[in-house]
Each structure stands twice: as C-alpha cells, then as structure tokens.
T-cell receptor, first 114, second 113 residues
Framework: NAGVTQTPKFQVLKTGQSMTLQCAQDMNHNSMYWYRQDPGMGLRLIYYSASEGTTDKGEVPNGYNVSRLNKREFSLRLESAAPSQTSVYFC?????????????FGPGTRLTVL | GQQLNQSPQSMFIQEGEDVSMNCTSSSIFNTWLWYKQDPGEGPVLLIALYKAGELTSNGRLTAQFGITRKDSFLNISASIPSDVGIYFCAGRGGGTSYGKLTFGQGTILTVHP
C-alpha cells in the first residue's frame, strides 16, 4: 500500500496562474482533508470531505476549491494563485469523519507563488 | 475559533536528556493527539488520548490528557538523535466542530549527539 500520495512534490507558480494539487489514498478511507502548513502556524484545515460526494470548508478556505472525484481522490485547486498561498500543502485521509484513531498524511506539496 | 498554544516553540537538547512539551486550549477537546513530522515528510501519529486524565506511553514517549480537557503534555525520555523533528499537538472537539482537528504551532526539537 502506498498510503496517501500527492502530486506534484514541488511547484512554482506566477501570481494569477492556476493549478490543481492531486491527492489519492489506497486505504479505502471515507474522509479526506487538505491542510496548509506555514512556519509558526501549525497545520490549518482548508477543506475536508467527510465522505464521497460531500465537501466542507475548513478554517482557511478562501482562494481554494476542492473536488472529491471518487472515494480515492481529493483534489485542491487554486484558481488564481497569490503569494499568500506560498505554503506546504498536506493531504490526509481517515477511516471516518474525525479520523477515528488517526489521520494519515501524504508527503506534502511545496508550492511557491512568485 | 478554537486555538491551541503549544510550548516551547523550539528546544535544543543533548542526547540522553528528557524532553517535555505541552499544549493548552481555550476550548474543551474530546481527543488529544500528538504527531511528529520529520523533515520533508508529513506528520505521523505518535499517541492518541481519548479520556480526561488518561496517561499513555509509547516506548520512550508518554502523554497525558489534562483533567480540565483543555491541555495535554508530551514527554520524551532519554532522547536520541532520531527524535529530531517537529512535534505537533492536535485536539478534536465535539458538537459542530466534530471531526476537525485543531493543531498547535509545533515544537522544533534538535538533539545534539
């Protein structure tokens, strides 16, 4: 099992460009999450999907959209990237909403917006 | 919204020393979790706590869920170089916030051989 995979690992964008971050899990988990990590801020929830077909806003959703494509895949889209979106983005999945015992994290995507 | 204050922000210790870090919250949590993040990787769960007053160990790690449900601490005994990384606490509340984790700012641990 690969667990949670994310693509790409690194990305540099110019202000105003768009891109989609991809996430997939092979653990048959119901819930998936997108976080951003900034120095000194911990991880902040952007959007989550409690189950296939549902998505909800987290703490910092502005400037982002998500799609729960199927049970395995949950993508994060930046329509018009801004320098404030420079961050490390983590996708996570869990058995049930809330994570049960654990949320499993992917390796992250390091995004720089110039 | 819910906030967690994690301290200290960073620690520089010698190999073999014990480490203690803690998190406090303005809100009550039903679950406390402690994660470790290695450089360039995603966080990995170390310990999960589900009950006020609970004390749980995982090898050299010990964590406690505070009686007030607003705090938790993590201790690492006899530190080794591979303990280096960022340690995060996370809390999960109930009610309308059920399911969402709130993370602390992280404690950066450096261990000198």
């Amino acid at each position: 099992n690969a667990g949670v995979t994310q693509t790409p690992k690194f990305q540099v964008l110019k202000t105003g460009q768009s891109m989609t971050l991809q996430c997939a899990q092979d653990m048959n988990h119901n819930s998936m999450y997108w976080y951003r990590q900034d120095p000194g801020m911990g991880l902040r929830l952007i959007y989550y999907s409690a189950s296939e077909g549902t998505t909800d806003k987290g703490e910092v959703p502005n400037g982002y959209n998500v799609s729960r494509l199927n049970k395995r895949e949950f993508s994060l889209r930046l329509e018009s990237a801004a320098p404030s979106q420079t961050s490390v983005y983590f996708c996570a999945s869990s058995e049930a909403p809330g994570g049960g015992d654990e949320q499993f994290f992917g390796p992250g995507t390091r995004l720089t917006v110039l | 919204g819910q906030q967690l204050n994690q301290s200290p922000q960073s620690m520089f210790i010698q190999e073999g020393e014990d480490v203690s870090m803690n998190c406090t919250s303005s809100s009550i949590f039903n679950t406390w979790l402690w994660y470790k993040q290695d450089p360039g990787e995603g966080p990995v769960l170390l310990i999960a706590l589900y009950k006020a007053g609970e004390l749980t160990s995982n090898g050299r790690l010990t964590a406690q869920f505070g009686i007030t449900r607003k705090d938790s601490f993590l201790n690492i005994s006899a530190s080794i170089p591979s303990d280096v990384g960022i340690y995060f606490c996370a809390g999960r509340g109930g009610g309308t916030s059920y399911g969402k984790l709130t993370f602390g700012q992280g404690t950066i641990l450096t261990v000198h051989p």
